[in-house]
């Protein structure tokens, strides 16, 4: 279809010119467009050139920065083994451990994933900021602002090959493999303290148990020595019985020389010799029973009366039962502790360095040959493309 323009100036009879055109004039050819480049490849050359050196001048004046990659071997959660523990408690294995199967589900599913969070943490990040003086190093008045930067800065990424991959870029390129081999050193740092197995954990468990069994024992051991110190009993039952063994002798002599001095009175008088010193016996015996009973200090037995004996041993029992009672669970947590130190020893995860991050001799940024390539061609294309849009792109029919 013919397409009709009409043009805007009116002809003197009034009547409006008509300009037509045929749809394959309008049509502009490949020979066309290279000509009309042609005519004006002095412009497209000098913007070549411009593009090219400007490029490069930007390209040089931006700062060069330096990539440095450490890597490690994820460490791998090895099973621990609970055949220590199950012989410090006392449990045969052929029973299957079914009240240690509890501590089973700690289990890591994926290693690598649990060491990337860590070296991702805010904990390392600060240790390496503080390290390195990484503030006054970015300019930053803030550690939040230096974190974010380090992060920027950072890149951590695992494979299928099991392997860490820990790269940082920096201008400086000393510090950059420094920061790349910190980063490893940290993350054994943290976890020779951060509980990562069945092991670890049990360990730790069994460690703050302990550390509170101690501090009752200390206790209970302290009450049983006071109770001795205010009874005098350190063998309620040997001393109960040396006690009622002492009274009844007394008895068994006062009874005696009663009789004797019941009996001389019959034939002396009260001034006879013989008589007074058989009454200064009985009197003597009568009062070394009636401090035993009173409680009062007699050598050889303890200082508590004899009526409350039975109440003192009770006391004493009772604080003897509480030593031996935490004796027992302080020797089996330590059993238990042995155990889990044991296992956490075959079974801690051990950082393996595959590769310690080296100072790198080449920039890893700008890609100056790309910025000016890119720079130019662009630059080209965009001069082109103009060229094309307000050059001649059709011709006119007179």
């Given at each position: 279809m013919?397409?009709?323009?009409?043009?805007s100036?009116?002809?003197?009879?009034?009547?409006?010119?008509?300009l037509?055109?045929?749809?394959?004039?309008e049509?502009?050819?490949?020979?066309?467009l290279?000509d009309?480049?042609?005519r004006?490849?002095?412009?497209?050359?000098?913007?070549?050139?411009?593009?090219?050196?400007?490029?490069?001048?930007?390209?040089?004046?931006?700062?060069p920065?330096?990539?440095?990659?450490?890597?490690?071997?994820?460490?791998?959660?090895?099973?621990?083994?609970?055949?220590a523990?199950?012989?410090?408690?006392?449990?045969?294995?052929?029973?299957?451990?079914?009240?240690?199967?509890?501590?089973?589900?700690?289990g890591i599913?994926n290693p690598?994933?649990l060491?990337?969070?860590?070296?991702?943490s805010r904990?390392i990040?600060?240790?390496?900021i503080?390290?390195?003086?990484?503030?006054?190093?970015?300019?930053d008045?803030?550690?939040?602002?230096?974190?974010?930067?380090?992060?920027?800065?950072?890149?951590?990424?695992?494979?299928k090959?099991t392997l860490?991959?820990?790269?940082?870029d920096?201008?400086?390129?000393?510090?950059?493999?420094?920061?790349?081999?910190?980063?490893?050193?940290?993350?054994?740092r943290?976890?020779?303290?951060?509980?990562?197995?069945?092991?670890?954990?049990?360990?730790?468990?069994?460690?703050?148990?302990?550390?509170?069994?101690?501090?009752?024992?200390?206790?209970?051991?302290n009450a049983?020595r006071?109770t001795?110190?205010f009874?005098?009993?350190?063998?309620?039952?040997?001393?109960?019985?040396?006690?009622?063994?002492?009274?009844?002798?007394?008895?068994?002599?006062?009874?005696?020389?009663?009789?004797?001095v019941?009996?001389?009175?019959?034939?002396v008088?009260?001034?006879?010799?013989?008589?007074?010193?058989?009454a200064?016996?009985?009197?003597?015996?009568r009062?070394?029973l009636a401090?035993?009973?009173?409680?009062?200090?007699?050598?050889?037995t303890?200082?508590?009366?004899?009526?409350?004996?039975?109440?003192?041993?009770?006391a004493?029992?009772?604080?003897?039962?509480?030593?031996?009672?935490?004796?027992?669970?302080?020797?089996?947590?330590?059993?238990?502790?042995?155990?889990?130190?044991?296992d956490?020893?075959?079974?801690?995860?051990?950082?393996?360095v595959?590769d310690?991050?080296?100072?790198?001799?080449?920039?890893?940024?700008?890609?100056?040959?790309?910025?000016?390539l890119?720079?130019?061609f662009?630059?080209?294309?965009?001069?082109?493309?103009w060229?094309?849009?307000?050059?001649?792109?059709?011709?006119?029919?007179?």
């Open positions: 013919p397409t009709t323009l009409y043009n100036d009116t002809s003197p009879a009034g009547t409006a010119a008509a037509v055109f045929d749809d394959r004039d049509e502009i050819s490949v020979s066309g290279l009309t480049l042609a004006r490849a002095r412009i497209i050359t000098w913007t070549a050139v411009l593009a090219a050196l400007l490029s490069t001048s930007i390209a040089f004046l931006i700062p920065e330096y990539t440095a990659e450490a890597v490690i071997l994820t460490p791998q959660q090895s099973q621990p083994s609970l055949s523990l199950a012989q410090a408690t006392g449990v045969s294995p052929a029973l299957g451990l079914p009240g240690l199967a509890l501590l089973s589900g700690f599913r690598a994933d060491y990337v969070g860590i070296l991702e904990t990040a600060d240790a390496l503080s390290r390195f003086h990484l503030r006054e190093v970015y300019g008045d803030y550690t939040q602002r230096a974190r974010k930067r380090l992060a920027r800065r950072t890149t951590i990424k695992t494979g090959d860490i991959h820990i790269q940082v920096d201008r400086d390129p000393k510090r950059a493999a420094q920061l790349a081999n910190a980063y490893v050193d940290e993350l054994s943290r976890n020779t303290t951060v509980a990562l197995t069945e092991a670890s954990q049990r360990r730790l468990f069994f460690e703050v148990q302990l550390t509170k069994e101690k501090e009752l024992l200390a206790n209970a051991e049983l006071d001795q110190q009874t005098g009993l350190v063998e309620p039952a040997g001393q109960a019985e040396a006690l009622i063994r002492s009274a009844s002798q007394l008895h068994a002599e006062i009874l005696t020389k009663e009789a004797e019941a009996g001389m009175r019959t034939y008088a009260d001034e006879n010799p013989r008589y007074q010193m058989v200064r016996e009985l009197s003597a015996l009062s070394e401090k035993l009973e009173a409680g009062e200090h007699v050598a050889g303890p200082e508590v009366p004899v009526e409350k004996l039975p109440q003192a041993a009770l004493y029992l009772r604080k003897y039962r509480d030593v031996k009672y935490h004796e027992g669970l302080y020797e089996a947590l330590s059993k238990q502790y042995e155990a889990a130190r044991l956490e020893a075959k079974a801690a995860p051990l950082i393996q595959i310690t991050a080296v100072v790198p001799e080449k920039r890893s940024w700008p890609p100056r040959t790309l910025i000016v890119m720079s130019t662009v630059s080209v294309l965009l001069v082109s493309c060229i094309v849009i307000c050059g001649p792109a059709t011709r006119t029919r007179p």
